[in-house]
């Protein structure tokens, strides 16, 4: 009995903190199924799912954490990189079932420029103030930059030859596009290229030069009593299972949601999915700058962007020959292109230094801005 008193104030300092703030939103989880079943107000469906997805993924990434801190550098690394971005990862498959593949594009799009542009320009604004600058590993940003440029590269390819041999690019309202069969399967070529330099990307990173991308301070961050590993697995299924579900729901509104707000279904993917699917992993990254520990947010922001583009992208395409009404090409419109190549581009400039300042922060952010407004105009 006397152990409760303590507990509360501990639960409510936890609930209330940097970490602990998704688990609020719990509620909207039972909300956004109710409001489903009753049918009403598609927005109101959009807007409480949307909500519920938040503290599913912040489960899944403390259960990934847990298990991570508890199987060592490298098996822990790997489950990083392949729990990472399970939540966006499902909430595209449901909506590449549901024949949405230009909103899936779109959300792959807008989760690069998110991560590049939005949580690195939080991170820098908000680890910049009252610092007069803050350093991080140079030589390891370098490198995953490197690596999604080169996996932009990839993926612009049949965006090009679509556009020099076939009909165009596709305009921003577009529900889905058919390509012929060589277009899809030059996509399925780029994906598979993609998914191989992934894997050795893993290898790079978690074995041959795991040194550079795990360094000695970061690997004692999660020391200490946390879950067991039955309890971290329990709960990595649980949060499986609810993203699952806030993802279906979420998916069946988009369209009628997009419609009554007056916005495209472009800009749902590319901005509210896209933020939605990474908020808790976002707010980490903005947490962890504002201790000063800027290696971690820049690990996470640019190696999550690394990872879209260079194992959730290829793996939808893969996906698409067997699920959805047709295989999904990688051909983006314009405004995706130019979004991709731009924060890609800022990427490479800013990490070069391996320092910043909350000045940049501001510029990162402006950018992004620029761009959800010209997304939102298309």
Do not use: C
């Not at 152990?3 to 409510?12: A, N, S, Y």
């Not at 959300?107 to 320009?121: A, D, E, R």
């Not at 680890?127 to 370098?142: C, E, L, P």
């Not at 612009?156 to 577009?174: D, K, N, Y």
């Amino acid at each position: 009995m006397s152990v409760e008193p303590t507990q509360r104030p501990d639960r409510r300092r936890f609930l209330l903190g940097g970490e602990g703030w998704p688990y609020l939103l719990v509620p909207f989880i039972p909300l956004a199924i109710v409001l489903d079943a009753a049918g009403v107000s598609a927005v109101a469906i959009f807007v409480s799912s949307a909500l519920g997805v938040i503290p599913t993924a912040a489960l899944m990434g403390r259960a990934t954490e847990e298990l991570a801190a508890r199987s060592g550098p490298g098996i822990g690394g790997l489950l990083n990189v392949t729990f990472g971005n399970a939540p966006e990862l499902i909430i595209a498959l449901f909506a590449l079932g549901a024949g949405l593949q230009e909103v899936v594009k779109a959300s792959l799009i807008g989760s690069v420029i998110g991560n590049v542009l939005l949580v690195m320009g939080a991170s820098m604004f908000a680890g910049g103030i009252g610092r007069d600058r803050q350093h991080f590993n140079r030589v390891s940003a370098v490198a995953q930059s490197s690596m999604l440029l080169l996996a932009v590269a990839a993926m612009a390819m049949p965006a090009i030859f679509e556009l020099v041999e076939g009909t165009g690019l596709p305009s921003p309202g577009a529900a889905r596009v058919s390509y012929g069969s060589t277009v899809e399967h030059l996509s399925l070529a780029v994906a598979i290229v993609l998914i191989l330099s992934y894997g050795a990307g893993l290898v790079f990173s978690l074995r041959t030069h795991r040194d550079l991308f795990n360094p000695p301070e970061d690997r004692d961050e999660h020391s200490g009593a946390g879950w067991s590993v039955r309890r971290s697995i329990a709960m990595l299924a649980l949060a499986g299972v609810a993203v699952a579900g806030m993802s279906e729901i979420l998916v069946g509104s988009i369209s009628a949601a997009a419609k009554s707000i007056g916005l495209t279904e472009f800009f749902v993917g590319a901005i509210v999915v896209a933020i939605v699917g990474n908020a808790a992993e976002h707010w980490v990254a903005v947490l962890v700058a504002r201790k000063d520990k800027m290696d971690l947010a820049v690990n996470i922001s640019i190696g999550s962007s690394a990872q879209i583009a260079l194992f959730v992208a290829p793996v939808l395409v893969l996906v698409s020959f067997f699920v959805g009404p047709a295989p999904m090409a990688l051909v983006f419109n314009g405004f995706e292109l130019g979004g991709l190549f731009l924060a890609v581009l800022i990427a490479t400039h800013v990490t070069d230094e391996g320092e910043s300042t909350w000045f940049e922060g501001v510029q990162l952010l402006a950018v992004y801005a620029v761009l959800a407004l010209a997304f939102a105009f298309a």
